[in-house]
Structure formats: structure tokens, C-alpha cells
């Protein structure tokens, strides 16, 4: 199929970006709530909705997800007439985190009953490698001609960071949730290494995992970084004086020697597209300073 024949809808926010990063943006006609970058695809059609509540606290959303999950619940949901009203030829989805956006599953059946052909494109990376390698999947599945060359310029400039890394690292310890806390897995453990961090407590190609304040007492990090999926740089700092302020973790190194920083992990860290390179050089730059 044509790229001017396309009309895509996007489910998740990584792929919106990435969409729009491949120069095939014109092309989507549906997005979901949480698409914000670019700004220009928050105008379009948004086609999901959440359970959660708007300013919900890190523990609050726990209990709801938590609450969802063990009664099948759904955490999002999707308009069913305006999917069908945008007729599109494409839809980009994911099945790699339930917490983060509508499954593949749910979506092919929600294609089946609307009778459409339309094909869905499941984007589920795994590691940062992983990541590059399904954009050019993702580029390939949509005509964007622009993705192999984008994808090697991004994987050079990975390779540049590799092969800067120092032989002494410190011992990094990155918070994806901060209450209760949750370890990286996924991409991030591959971007602290990238970064020049040594991962603790991680899980690479892995899902987050949650760990208790006694492991993260232990761990001995030598620097300590809040990176709560879907909040502000401004809200993660908050966060970050929440976990900063525990007597329990008083004998951290990292605490101890005021190495603690708060990230925005929507643009650097959680999201799966061309900014986690970025995110090195950003995790870097707090790393060593």
C-alpha cells in the first residue's frame, strides 16, 4: 500500500512519535490521549481513554492498577464508533505493557468486529537495540522511506556512546516508580550502561520489576534517580524528596553524598522511540555530575 493511501491510527504514544519522527505523520488520522509530542498530534481524533484519574499519586494509581488487574478490568479503553469512523488502513499497537496501553489482542478484536481489513502493527521492544530494530519494522509496515537512514544515524550515535563509556562506573540505581518502588527493566538497564552507569537492581530485556526499601537500602548506589512513567520533571522531583526524606535509606552513598536526581522519563526514559538516545547523553550528564 501507498503511503498517500495510509490512514493510521496510533495507540501508543512512542508510536505517534516515532510516526511523526519518520515524516509519515500527515498520514495519522487517530491518536490516543496521552499523544503529545509533537504538539501537532494532540489535535488529532483521540481514539482511547483511561480509568486513571487525572493528578492520581504514584501509590493511588498502584491500588487502581493493582485493583484492575486482578479483576480483569480494562485500563483503557477504546471508542469503538470513532475508530470506525476513521477508517483506517493501519493501527499501531502494543503488547508489551498492559499498564501502558491498549493490548494488541483487545485491539485485532476490536478490528474483527468493525469488519475492517485494516492491518494491526503490534510495536513491542524489549531493549534499546530491540527498539531500534522495530522502528525500522515499524518504518517498513507504514512505507516511511526515511527509516532505514534515520534508524543508522541513531544507531551510530548509540555506538558512539558505547564506546565512550569510562572503566570506572558508578553504581546507578534507577526508581521507575517510587511508590511502592519498581526497578528497571525493559531498555533502561541498556541506557544506564550506555549512559557509563553500573546497573543495580536491574532487569535488562525484563519487565520492572518491584523490590522493597530494604534492597534498595543495600544496594549501595553511589547515584539514585527517580524516573516515574507519565509525570513531569517538576513531579518526579517531588518524588524524588519523598524518597530522599526515608530514614531507611539515611546510609545511602547516594543520599549521603547529595548524588539524587529526578528525571523526565516520558521524554528520556519510559518511551520507546528515537529520544531514548537522547536520554543517554541526558543520564550521562546527572551520572557524572
Known sequence: MSEQTQRIVSLLPSATEILYWLGVGDQVVGVTYECAVPEEAA???HVTNTIIPEGATPAEIDVIIGEAMASSS???TLDIELLRSLEPTIIVTQDLCRVCALPAGQVAEAVEMLGT???VVSYD???LD????EIEVLATAVGATAGERKVAELRATLADHRSAIPSERPKVLLLEWP???YTPGHWIP???????GEVLLGH???RSSSTTWDAVAASEADVLIVAPCGFTEEQAEEQLAQVVARSDLADLPAIQNGRTYAIDADSFIVRPGPRLIDGIAELRSLIYR
Open 130 to 133: 530491540g527498539v531500534l530494530d
Open 117 to 119: 481489513d485494516a492491518t
Open 125 to 127: 521492544p524489549m531493549t
Open 190 to 196: 541498556d541506557q544506564i550502561a550506555a549512559a557509563g
Open 204 to 206: 535488562p530485556g525484563g
Open 43 to 45: 489535535s488529532k481524533p
Open 179 to 181: 511508590d511502592p518502588p
Open 74 to 76: 480494562q485500563l483503557y
